[in-house]
């Protein structure tokens, strides 16, 4: 440990900064679930994954294809951001005679032959394994490159795993899940060091696989997961060339010790680790909650959750889909409870700045659930074994948070989607827009969560159980044509079913935003079909901890010259200064307690005490006066 953190020490000023920006970047973001196909309930692998972050959403169908002799791919830094800032062309690398056509978004998550892919973050020890100089690849240029050139799962492991040998790999440590309709890896990798170079002798990355047991689920969530790595199991582990030699010349394993990739790579350092694991937590808490997981604190995050565990039951896409809805309900980290839900169990928790925290919980942050308002996007795929992957994969993607979004079924053998769907503008609010539906949703939820949520997570239900009870007849069709040997059929076929299906989803939920905003506003709830209304209501303990009411009844009691309850009134305002000399809103001074009681204090007291009998006097006073010209006047006249 000593040596680690030597080592550390050493690195420059810029690589500090890469750091920041890194962790920036990732920190919280993703979780994601695998499922052995002896653990789903109809033998089909899967893999769920939320993006959460600003990502880019839009779906691109990119066409396989033949390719010429000396053509090149394009490699940009870092295309998962694409729509958020501008990505940078940082090199070529040759193309392949043939491609397959994948599904590009801000992570590459499907391609034509069935393999799925999906992604979190754990950035790990920056220091150590970090090189964004010489290395070309991010994990995007890997996903993309992989699903263009593979036709199972551990071939595009192994594939990934080459190019990021070969070319470098330039970011954090990260996480893949990838799956097809007979099995799953995880695949984990980080970079080669900061001294790397092409030129070196040395692979550009430290990778390796771990494949799920087909009776088992695995849950990923911003930390590193593959945990020890079994040399001699190559049927079920998968690792890049010379992985032990880094990492002992760092001193950070010796020959004869396990080597747990998760120790060696990654580091368990403050609150985030706690934050990450708690959500893994909540996936086995879930679907396995008779092995009654212990919740980690940061130091076990690592070492004390499995890899992977049974489910009590055999698991359907809608259970993975209802792991997404969570906001730990039931547990002793309920977010739709306490006071930070406000009067109306609103599971919403923006973040806190670091600098403008309590001190003595400075390093924590809110609870971070599994449904979160800042995902781009997010899915579950089912890879349905004993069909062509064209059909019998299919990626069901959600906009925006998962908790108020509706999944639509896209095909492996689909070849385009509607441009509502491809196209966007994250900056500009757009009503043309199928992310900007599911967006509008979920931010009109938060005005009162627990009376407009149910509302629309019943609308959200209605609208997947449909397309659930549609799978059968549409699978049916296509199988036809496509066993009649008619394939573009099958595809043309899927590929409109998929178009009508996102474009009625978009229609709807659009449709729906703008009732929502009929149904609720001015916390009331609106029936058009009764005209009757109902307010949002609060409940007793919230009234109670802010302390409904007593404001007003000492600010009354003040008046009727009794003192508030805390004692004094207070002070009189000071004189407002001139507009010039008014602070910039970012420099307004904290406002300053009220003045403990003084003699000064009784007397301003006093005063204020005196205030109604001076009333009256003046009030008499004008009385009189106004009799005295009123005889005046009448005998004048």
């Not at 996480?175 to 030129?199: A, M, R, Y």
């Not at 010349?249 to 020959?255: A, V």
């Not at 539906?437 to 997570?457: H, L, R």
């Not at 004189?575 to 009681?597: D, L, R, V, Y």
Request: hydrophobic fraction near 35%; include cysteine; glycine fraction near 8%.
């Amino acid at each position: 440990m000593k040596k680690r953190k030597f080592f550390r020490g050493v690195i420059s000023l810029s690589m500090a900064c890469a750091i920041v920006f890194g962790t920036m970047q990732s920190a919280g973001a993703c979780t994601t679930i695998a499922v052995g196909k002896d653990a789903s309930a109809d033998g089909a692998p899967m893999i769920a994954h939320s993006v959460d972050g600003w990502y880019d959403e839009r779906i691109e169908v990119v066409a396989g294809g033949k390719h010429a002799a000396g053509e090149m791919v394009d490699i940009y830094r870092d295309p998962c951001q694409d729509g958020y800032q501008p990505v940078e062309l940082v090199g070529q690398i040759p193309q392949v005679e043939e491609t397959y056509t994948y599904f590009d978004t801000g992570y590459p998550f499907m391609n034509e032959k069935g393999i799925t892919i999906g992604e979190h973050t754990w950035s790990g020890d920056y220091a150590a394994f970090y090189n964004g100089e010489q290395a070309m690849m991010v994990i995007a240029n890997l996903q993309a490159l992989g699903l263009q050139r593979a036709s199972t799962a551990k071939e595009c492991v192994q594939i990934m795993g080459e190019l990021a040998e070969k070319y470098g790999y330039a970011d954090g440590g990260e996480t893949l899940l990838v799956g097809d309709s007979n099995e799953v890896w995880i695949f984990e990798i980080s970079g080669p060091g900061p001294l790397w170079t092409p030129d070196s002798g040395r692979p550009g990355a430290h990778w390796a696989a771990r494949r799920l047991p087909d009776d088992e689920i695995h849950s990923g969530a911003n930390r590193s997961v593959l945990r020890e790595i079994d040399f001699n199991d190559p049927d079920n582990f998968m690792w890049s060339t010379d992985i032990t030699q880094y990492p002992k010349e760092l001193g950070y394993w010796k020959e004869g010790e396990p080597f747990n990739y998760s120790i060696i790579f990654d580091t368990v350092e403050g609150n985030e680790a706690y934050t990450c694991s708690g959500r893994v937590w909540r996936v086995y808490d879930l679907l396995a909650n008779s092995q009654n997981f212990p919740i980690c604190n940061e130091e076990q995050a690592l070492t004390e959750l499995p890899f992977s565990t049974k489910p009590d039951k055999k698991l359907t896409i809608q259970d993975i889909m209802a792991v997404y809805y969570d906001h730990y309900e039931g547990t002793p980290f309920d977010m739709t409870t306490g006071l930070a839900a406000g009067p109306w169990g609103n599971p919403v928790r923006y973040r806190a700045k670091k600098d403008n925290k309590p001190e003595d919980v400075a390093k924590f942050d809110w609870e971070r659930s599994i449904a979160i308002y800042r995902c781009s996007y997010s899915f579950v795929s089912q890879m349905r074994p004993n069909m062509p992957a064209e059909i019998g994969t299919v990626l069901w993607y959600g906009c925006d948070s998962p908790d108020t979004t509706v999944h639509v079924p896209i095909y492996a053998g689909t070849t385009e989607v509607p441009k509502e769907w491809s196209e966007s503008d994250r900056w500009k609010f757009d009503t043309n827009c199928a992310w900007w539906a599911f967006n509008f949703v979920n931010n009109w939820a938060t005005t009162g969560w627990n009376i407009i949520y149910p509302d629309i997570a019943a609308k959200r239900d209605s609208i997947e159980s449909k397309l659930f009870a549609e799978q059968a007849e549409v699978d049916a069709k296509a199988l036809e044509l496509y066993n009649s040997g008619d394939v573009a059929g099958a595809k043309a076929y899927l590929t409109g079913y998929v178009c009508d299906t996102m474009d009625d989803v978009y229609d709807q939920w659009w449709a729906y935003a703008w009732e929502l905003v009929g149904k609720f506003n001015d916390g009331q709830s609106y029936n058009a079909e009764e005209h009757s209304t109902s307010g949002f209501p609060y409940s007793m303990e919230y009234l109670d901890a802010v302390d409904y009411g007593h404001s007003h009844l000492d600010a009354s009691k003040g008046l009727n010259g009794a003192l508030p309850a805390g004692g004094a009134a207070e002070p009189e305002p000071s004189a407002q200064p001139e507009p010039s000399a008014q602070p910039e809103p970012s420099e307004a001074p904290a406002p300053s307690k009220a003045p403990a009681p003084s003699g000064d204090s009784q007397q301003t007291a006093s005063s204020s005490s005196a205030a109604p009998v001076i009333i009256v006097v003046c009030l008499i006073a004008v009385a009189v006066a106004a009799v005295v010209i009123l005889q005046k006047k009448k005998k004048k006249n």
